[in-house]
């Protein structure tokens, strides 16, 4: 490797190196702990799925440049140098983890891995060595923001096509567009995806509360934060905040993408608007009783997975489960604690990379698939884009026979009018 | 102008969750040759923004972009 790309990977990691993650560098007592709370691990135990194995290739670097042990006694140290031969293995560390940061609830210490892999990532991304898919989809998202003024025609042309569909979920009011755009002064911003159905269901719901809510040009997921690029991160970011300024909205709303609420919460800094992710904004329309739910509409027993930046990294766990006790008799919980729940294994940008990651997400997510099939649920609910692509995989893979679904799906599907 | 445009390749990317009509569509392309043409059709109305900028990013042309009903046809013509 030249010295000077050496040196430019280098500062990119010395830009990483926050207290907390000097701390998580630092600290790990190689207890263990961490080791069967991955679900790769779990699922096919080699060591290098382990959360302590992965975070020691990153420690490693680390040592040789940031410590006293890479200047006296690298060999000795457990010293790594930065070279073309550690690439590989900064990919097989950073991509077979998902993030889903079970291992960081069980360390003592609480090392968080993901922020450890997120130095793996940017590394990648400095050496032009991460998946290329997930850098190109930033880019799009990147070149959208730039060029929306062109884009909003076709755009609106569109959701208008989406609207009678809207309308059959709920009945349209005289004076009310069944998917508004453009509210200045709504009281929330809806971020979706790309698809219809993360719109149909949400419109009709906020229809039914009636909302005050204005649709958002862009998408609600950042594959920024995927590919762990933290400028195109935030630019992805950007284009949402600032068309929630120019509306003058009080509300960003999430769609179900748990990429997409955890970079919104909690990485968007100070903004003169509140974050809430769609399941607590149908939790709290049914608290406040602006929505209410026909129980008949789903005989059989629904269990529910908690997408891991929701849940766990968002603590969003008890609105789901007010939604469910409003849909169902025959709620049927799938771990002891949400907190602990299974990843699915399809988190961290592997569901986006599709057909190319399929064989590593089915094996390592075994133990997912087991868990599911526990439960002897019929509904499998979720709350997250890229959990229910993984979890649909997974059935069709275990033969699960279970019925995927998003929980707003069910939700709109319930309304009672 | 109402130009016929013959695809050389069609790929149905109807109700396909998210990433995955821009995904199968930046491998799709790959799998003409340069100067051919794929159809996509999609039934979301976020390709009608995803695509084109998914075209400029990667240097493709969308020739031509039809609304029919609810489907969306793109038709795409390999550039590089």
């Known amino acids: 490797m030249e010295k000077r790309i050496r040196e430019e990977l280098l500062a990119l990691f010395k830009s990483k190196l926050s207290r907390p993650m000097e701390m998580y560098l630092e600290t790990c007592a190689r207890c263990g702990i961490c080791t069967e709370a991955c679900h790769a691990y779990a699922s096919m135990p080699l060591p290098k799925y382990t959360p302590a194995y992965r975070a020691e290739v990153v420690r490693r670097i680390y040592k040789n440049y940031f410590r006293w042990q890479g200047k006296t006694v690298p060999k000795a140290g457990e010293c790594k140098k930065l070279d073309e031969t550690i690439i590989d293995e900064l990919k097989e560390a950073a991509y077979s983890c998902t993030g889903c940061r079970r291992c960081m609830v069980y360390c003592p210490f609480g090392i968080d891995t993901q922020q450890i892999m997120s130095i793996a990532k940017l590394l990648l991304v400095g050496a032009h060595a991460e998946p290329e898919l997930l850098s190109l989809l930033a880019d799009v998202s990147i070149s959208k923001g730039e060029s929306i003024d062109s884009f909003k025609e076709g755009f609106l042309e569109g959701v208008k096509n989406l609207e009678e569909e809207v309308v059959e979920k709920w009945r349209h009011e005289a004076g009310r567009t069944p998917i508004p755009t453009e509210v200045v002064g709504a009281e929330i911003l809806y971020v979706a995806l790309a698809g219809a159905h993360s719109i149909i269901p949400a419109a009709a719901i906020f229809n039914a509360a009636k909302e005050n809510w204005t649709l958002s040009f862009f998408e609600a997921v950042n594959f920024g934060a995927f590919v762990g690029d933290p400028t195109k991160t935030k630019i992805i970011m950007d284009r949402i905040i600032n068309e929630a300024k120019r509306l003058k909205v009080k509300e960003v709303c999430i769609c179900e993408c748990g990429t997409a609420f955890r970079v919104m919460s909690q990485l968007s800094g100070s903004r003169p608007f509140k974050v809430s992710s769609i399941t607590e904004v149908h939790s709290r329309y049914l608290k406040e009783g602006r929505i209410r739910l026909d129980k008949s509409k789903f005989n059989v027993p629904i269990t529910y997975h908690d997408p891991c930046q929701i849940a766990r990294n968002g603590g969003v766990i008890d609105e789901p489960r007010y939604i469910l006790s409003h849909l169902t008799d025959n709620f049927i919980e799938m771990s002891q604690d949400p907190k602990y729940n299974w990843c699915c294994g399809g988190g961290g940008g592997l569901v986006a990379l599709g057909e190319e990651t399929l064989d590593f997400r089915m094996k390592s997510a075994k133990v997912k698939a087991e868990q599911i099939s526990k439960t002897g649920a019929a509904i499998l609910a979720t709350a997250c884009e890229n959990c229910h692509t993984q979890l649909s995989n997974l059935n069709e893979h275990y033969k699960l026979g279970m019925n995927v679904q998003f929980l707003s799906s069910l939700v709109s599907d319930a309304l009672a009018k | ?80």
Not at chain 2, 19 to 35: F, L, N, Q, R
Not at chain 2, 57 to 75: A, M, P, V
């Open chain 2, 1 to 80: 102008m109402n130009e016929t445009i013959k695809a050389d390749k069609v790929m149905d990317l109807k109700g396909l969750p998210c990433p995955m009509p821009v995904v199968k569509v930046s491998k799709g392309i790959k799998e003409v040759a340069v100067g051919q043409v794929i159809e996509a059709i999609s039934t979301d109305p976020g390709a009608l923004t995803d695509f084109p900028a998914w075209a400029k990013t990667s240097g493709n042309q969308i020739l031509k972009t039809e609304q029919s009903g609810k489907e969306i046809h793109f038709f795409i013509k390999r550039l590089s």
